[in-house]
């Protein structure tokens, strides 16, 4: 329950004051239920922010499918987060801050371990650049980290002007809000702001600001640690892995934006997912399988997402994070 009322949108001290004073039985229940030398049990909690159009749960669904429970099983702290599910990194970033700063009162823990998906990548590592003192590690999973081409290809056409993109504008706004509102969020929600950020070159101005972990080369790998922070990526490079998850029709589509040979997940080119230390960057995984969406639909034969999220959170175990 203390997860529950934590992971809604939690801006003010009276929410936080709430959660303590409501759910401070459960809170013990949560801390003594976890080992404290199990294999995922990491020094410090593991926060986790979602990407664009995300959110924490929606009508029963959760955007991390089991993640948070299949860590949990074996010692870590895991917390969600939701931000502004379309807003620019920045924007995003200052809301993820104050929720950080909420679990850090709630836990007593010094820092905690940031893991974002996809715009949810650029959120966590804005927190890491102007907040360091929060953030013991940054693991970005598909982030979108040096732009993508779908971005390039959608902002462009909005751009345009033309009747059908001002429609599309609206659509993407429209949903945007729908989210927000089935969600709880209570945010404020900005889709251009948002696709704006994910191009090429808004891309290159944000790292220029936020350097940390960005690779120097095209394909390479960035500073392990930057600014006392530790940085890991990795990313999908299978727009199509499972006939049955009838999203992977949004995968398979926006691919289209990309160049022939160019590896991606279906809307983030595995390259420009680089951060730090590269884990992986060709998982057999699209956008969603690597959240173990859509409800933990993903390839057959290949790596299970949640074994990778169990193998990284050992990882920072084993870094002293």
């Known amino acids: 329950m ?12 009276t929410r936080t004051l709430m959660c303590l004073l409501l759910l401070s039985p459960a809170m013990g229940w949560a801390m003594s239920d976890q080992s404290s030398g199990g294999y995922t049990a990491t020094r410090y909690p593991i926060v986790l922010a979602h990407g664009l159009f ?50 850090l009162a709630l836990t007593g823990a010094d820092k905690v371990n940031l893991i974002g998906h996809s715009h949810g990548g650029p959120t966590t590592r804005y927190v ?53 509102v089935l969600s709880g969020g209570g945010y404020e929600q900005d889709v251009i702001a948002s696709l704006a950020s ?5 891309s290159v101005a944000f790292n220029l600001q936020h350097p940390g972990g960005i690779p120097l080369t095209e394909c390479g790998e960035g500073d392990y ?19 049955l998850d009838p ?19 279906g809307l983030v080119g595995a390259c420009a997912a680089h951060l ?23 390839h057959l034969t290949e790596t299970d997402p949640l074994t990778v999220f169990r193998t990284h959170a050992h990882r920072l175990q084993q870094a002293g994070l």
């Open 2 to 13: 203390l997860m529950s009322c934590l992971q809604r949108k939690t801006g003010s001290f």
């Open 54 to 103: 995300g959110f924490d749960s929606l009508l029963g669904v959760d955007y991390w499918y089991k993640v948070p429970e299949t860590l949990q099983a074996d010692g870590a702290q895991v917390y969600l987060t939701s931000v502004a599910n379309s807003n620019s990194p920045e924007v995003r970033g200052e809301q993820l801050i104050a929720e950080v700063e909420q679990i």
């Open 128 to 180: 890491a650049s102007v907040r360091p003192d929060l953030v013991a590690s940054v693991t970005s999973i598909s982030g979108v980290n040096k732009g993508t081409p779908v971005a390039d290809g959608m902002s462009d056409w909005v751009e345009g002007g033309s009747a059908l993109s001002g429609v599309a504008a609206s659509l993407g706004t429209a949903l945007a809000v729908a989210i927000d």
């Open 198 to 202: 994910m191009t090429t070159a808004d």
């Open 225 to 243: 640690e930057f600014n006392g922070v530790r940085y890991y990526s990795w990313a999908g490079a299978a727009p199509l892995t499972n006939i």
């Open 247 to 265: 999203l992977e029709v949004v995968t398979t589509t926006a691919a289209l934006f990309f160049d022939a040979g160019v590896a991606n997940d």
């Open 276 to 298: 730090g230390m590269v884990i992986r960057d060709d998982f057999a995984m699209n956008h969603l399988d690597e959240i173990n969406q859509t409800l933990g639909i993903h």
